[in-house]
């Protein structure tokens, strides 16, 4: 497999994750950190590091809101975020066709 | 330590085949789907059970009595209802939770849509009861009614999230509650009890068998997929 193919900003097994569960949601649609947080089962730490990696390459945008009195942050794969992770599954289709 | 090398790094824990990897993006998603999508299946198994054994009720009471249904079978009926009514309310809500935006929107304008039609579907049979309707159109205007916007709903959100199976309740629904205005009370009851709690549960089984076939059709797929190489 020829590694360089493939989007360096998804391709760890965690942003990969989380890219994969921000894109099942409906477009236009932006989650809170702690529900993503479950969903994907890592530590609050880790979840914010790759996020910010995600927005740094903007693929995520976070917005910093209040939920009554607490602040909360949602989180949601931009459409740029979205093209890559389709590239990103459509190139490992076509390596999964030239192996075989 | 730079960013490629950071990458590159990142990169080790992945498996190192595109099926696999392919097929951990689907788990992922499909992991999701289920924890923040409501399940037709669970939420028609609910109202399925409710209708058959609330109708039930209502057409062995109206069978000895009468013709009217006795007071008590209403109430069964009522609380059945209601807590059909609590449980979807509170499983969409803890599906739905932490989640914002185009389809959180969609779904609250459907579920208030839900709340207005009933709350005037009961307006409609005050002011049809006070002017002096019997027993027997109330029954059947009150059940006729409820079927009418259960069934045009349920199009609706059929057509909303592009659930066929939805839309085709619905459609029967709407056949079902016309039929039983036709037969009339105790008889329609025993009719929405069958056809129109049955038809619920037929739902439920359709849901299980597809969602059971899919399954097996990617894990065959990811079968393939790895022994070909």
């Known amino acids: 497999m020829s590694e360089p193919d493939l989007d ?3 391709h760890a097994q965690a942003r990969l994750k989380v890219v994969a569960t921000l894109a099942s949601l409906g477009a236009g649609d932006r989650i809170s950190f702690p529900r993503l947080q479950k969903l994907l089962e890592m530590t609050a730490g880790n979840l914010s590091t790759h996020l910010r990696k995600l927005e740094e390459a903007g693929y995520v945008a976070m917005e910093k809101t209040f939920e009554g009195r607490s602040p909360a942050t949602f989180i949601a794969l931009t459409p740029r975020g979205r093209y890559a992770f389709e590239s990103y599954t459509a190139a490992l289709k076509s390596l999964l066709k030239g192996a075989q | 330590m730079g960013d490629g090398e950071d990458a590159r790094r990142d990169g080790e824990d992945l498996p190192a085949h595109p099926a696999e990897m392919l097929a951990l ?7 999701v789907r289920t924890g923040t999508e409501p399940s037709g299946a669970l939420l028609f198994a609910a109202w399925g059970v409710a209708w058959f054994a609330g109708y ?10 009468h013709g009217l249904p006795a007071g008590w079978a209403f109430v069964v009926f009522g609380m059945l209802l209601v807590s059909a009514m609590v449980f979807t309310g509170v499983h969409i809500g803890r599906r739905a939770v932490g989640v914002r935006g185009a389809s959180a929107a969609a779904g609250a304008m459907y579920g208030w849509s839900w709340a207005v039609c009933f709350a005037v579907v009961f307006l ?4 049809v009861a006070r002017a002096g309707a019997s027993d027997e159109v109330m029954q059947i205007l009150s059940n006729s009614m409820s079927c009418l916007v259960v069934a045009a709903l349920y199009m609706v959100g059929g057509a909303l999230w592009r659930e066929w199976r939805m839309f085709a309740l619905g459609v029967w629904i ?5 039929a ?3 037969v009339g009370p105790p008889s329609s009851y025993l009719l929405m009890a069958v056809a129109g709690g049955g038809g619920f549960l037929l739902a439920v089984v359709s849901d299980v068998v597809l969602d059971r076939r899919r399954r097996s059709q990617t894990s065959a797929t990811d079968a393939a997929v790895e022994v070909a190489p």
């Open chain 1, 8 to 10: 360096p900003v998804i």
């Open chain 2, 124 to 127: 409609i049979l005050s002011g």
């Open chain 2, 174 to 178: 709407a056949l079902v509650g016309g």
């Open chain 2, 25 to 31: 993006i689907r788990s992922q998603q499909d992991m």
């Open chain 2, 56 to 65: 039930l009720m209502l057409y062995v009471s109206g069978t000895q009595e």
């Open chain 2, 180 to 182: 039983a205005a036709i």
